[in-house]
């Protein structure tokens, strides 16, 4: 899925509101473009320390929207999602024929319906804020604005993962309209992001956002020392949420319950329905234990299209059901990818038997493919 730079997003915009004054000086109803958009916010007003708390949390619903998105998208190429709507939209995505002219795959941001499901601009969307919330704040001091410090940290996060994401789901992207990426290249450049957080003041759950981030920046580029140090940091417990809304549009919801359990828009393909774990490990297999984790079930409907068997997931109910970005479980699943053998069987048991589930013995504890295939 390689995709050339598109232009910074900001120089877009920039120019495209250059284009609408010049046509409102032309125009005989001049008066009528006067009006502010009350959806829209002046870029001049985020140079306003007042405005400081605005700009973070822009940045975080920005990035939490884009989030979203990548999960519909990479789930449909994946596997986890099956398209069961009446457009041709998102059928790229399952069929995998996704290219970079593709408005869905390209341009498609986080605004509009729930037929919006793009990769590619949602998430340099969130970057560009983000490194551009940075820097603001970054004119600022702390006589101007509270906890300054940590603002700038909170945005550095998520500029970070905005990064992380990219290089996980592309061959190759820009940034900030600049040369075209490899992922390790992008893998880089978000370890560079979380560094900074980890080396200013972030809060508690920015410095744990950060650091699981990292391990996975690192891991992605074979850093293994570095990765471990970071993911054996994060203690039991720590888990920070992507968070949504009750009220608003599907900008501010929960993407996959809109999709899923409103729309009738996605179905929950094959390969993760009726998902068992038995002693012996084997995983989807029709006996055994059912796996709790990956809870989905038959509605004895049809989707959208009315062809798709409709099969919902419990996971995500309700519009602002949040979803996990970094938890203690993932670092703890980073540490046996890198270290194997027992302790990887230690960590999948810890895991299993905190949700009720059968131990799993391998059948050679030294054989590091059989361990991290399960």
Same mark, same amino acid.
């Given at each position: 899925?390689?995709?050339?730079?598109?232009?910074?997003?900001?120089?877009?915009?920039?120019?495209?509101?250059?284009?609408?004054?010049?046509?409102?000086?032309?125009?005989?109803?001049?008066?009528?473009?006067? %009006?502010?958009?009350?959806?829209?916010?002046?870029?001049?007003?985020?140079?306003?320390?007042?405005?400081?708390?605005?700009?973070? /949390? @822009?940045?975080?619903?920005?990035?939490?929207?884009?989030?979203?998105?990548?999960?519909?998208?990479?789930?449909?190429?994946?596997?986890? #999602?099956?398209?069961?709507?009446?457009?041709?939209?998102? #059928?790229?995505?399952?069929?995998?024929?996704?290219?970079?002219?593709?408005?869905?795959?390209?341009?498609?941001?986080?605004?509009?319906?729930?037929?919006? %499901?793009?990769?590619? &601009?949602?998430?340099?969307?969130?970057?560009?804020?983000?490194?551009?919330?940075?820097?603001?704040?970054?004119?600022?001091?702390?006589?101007?604005?509270?906890?300054?410090?940590?603002?700038?940290?909170?945005?550095?996060?998520?500029?970070?993962?905005?990064?992380?994401?990219?290089?996980?789901?592309?061959? /190759?992207?820009?940034?900030?309209?600049?040369?075209?990426?490899?992922?390790?290249?992008?893998?880089?450049?978000?370890?560079?992001?979380?560094?900074?957080?980890?080396?200013?003041?972030?809060?508690?759950?920015?410095?744990?956002?950060?650091?699981?981030?990292?391990?996975?920046?690192?891991?992605?580029?074979?850093?293994?020392?570095?990765?471990?140090?970071?993911? @054996?940091?994060?203690?039991?417990?720590?888990?920070?949420?992507?968070?949504?809304?009750?009220?608003?549009?599907?900008?501010?919801?929960?993407?996959?319950?809109?999709?899923?359990?409103?729309?009738?828009?996605?179905?929950?393909?094959?390969?993760?329905?009726?998902?068992?774990?038995?002693?012996?490990?084997?995983?989807?297999?029709? @006996?055994?234990?059912?796996?709790?984790?990956?809870?989905?079930?038959?509605?004895? &409907?049809?989707?959208?299209? &009315?062809?798709?068997?409709? #099969?919902?997931?419990?996971?995500?109910?309700?519009?602002?059901?949040?979803?996990?970005?970094? @938890?203690?479980?993932?670092?703890?699943?980073?540490?046996?990818?890198? &270290?194997?053998?027992?302790?990887?069987?230690?960590?999948?048991?810890?895991?299993?038997?905190?949700?009720?589930?059968?131990? #799993?013995?391998?059948?050679?504890?030294?054989?590091?493919?059989?361990?991290?295939?399960?």
């Amino acid at each position: 899925m390689t995709t050339k730079a598109r232009g910074r997003a900001g120089r877009t915009a920039g120019r495209l509101a250059a284009v609408l004054v010049t046509a409102a000086g032309l125009s005989a109803c001049e008066e009528l473009l006067e %009006v502010e958009a009350p959806s829209r916010v002046p870029f001049d007003a985020f140079l306003n320390p007042a405005n400081a708390n605005l700009l973070a /949390t @822009s940045v975080k619903t920005d990035f939490e929207c884009a989030f979203g998105i990548y999960i519909v998208a990479a789930g449909l190429i994946g596997d986890e #999602w099956q398209d069961s709507q009446l457009a041709a939209a998102l #059928w790229p995505y399952d069929r995998r024929t996704s290219n970079p002219a593709g408005d869905q795959y390209a341009t498609s941001g986080c605004s509009g319906g729930q037929l919006d %499901v793009g990769l590619y &601009q949602p998430l340099q969307t969130a970057l560009f804020l983000a490194d551009t919330a940075a820097a603001i704040l970054g004119t600022f001091d702390d006589t101007q604005v509270t906890n300054r410090a940590e603002k700038i940290a909170s945005v550095q996060a998520y500029a970070g993962y905005s990064v992380l994401l990219l290089g996980e789901g592309m061959c /190759t992207a820009a940034i900030h309209g600049g040369p075209e990426l490899t992922s390790q290249e992008l893998f880089a450049e978000a370890e560079k992001r979380f560094d900074a957080v980890l080396g200013g003041s972030p809060t508690a759950t920015i410095r744990n956002l950060a650091t699981v981030g990292r391990a996975r920046a690192r891991l992605n580029q074979g850093n293994t020392a570095g990765a471990l140090a970071d993911a @054996s940091a994060i203690t039991a417990g720590t888990r920070v949420n992507a968070e949504y809304a009750a009220t608003g549009g599907t900008r501010e919801s929960n993407r996959m319950e809109r999709m899923n359990v409103v729309g009738t828009i996605i179905s929950v393909e094959n390969d993760f329905r009726n998902l068992t774990v038995n002693p012996g490990g084997t995983h989807g297999t029709v @006996s055994g234990t059912p796996d709790p984790r990956v809870d989905v079930y038959n509605t004895n &409907q049809l989707g959208q299209d &009315q062809t798709t068997p409709l #099969w919902r997931q419990r996971k995500y109910t309700a519009r602002n059901t949040p979803i996990r970005l970094a @938890s203690y479980e993932e670092a703890q699943l980073i540490i046996a990818e890198i &270290q194997l053998g027992q302790t990887a069987v230690d960590v999948i048991n810890a895991l299993h038997a905190a949700r009720g589930l059968p131990l #799993w013995t391998p059948i050679n504890v030294n054989d590091d493919a059989e361990v991290l295939s399960h």
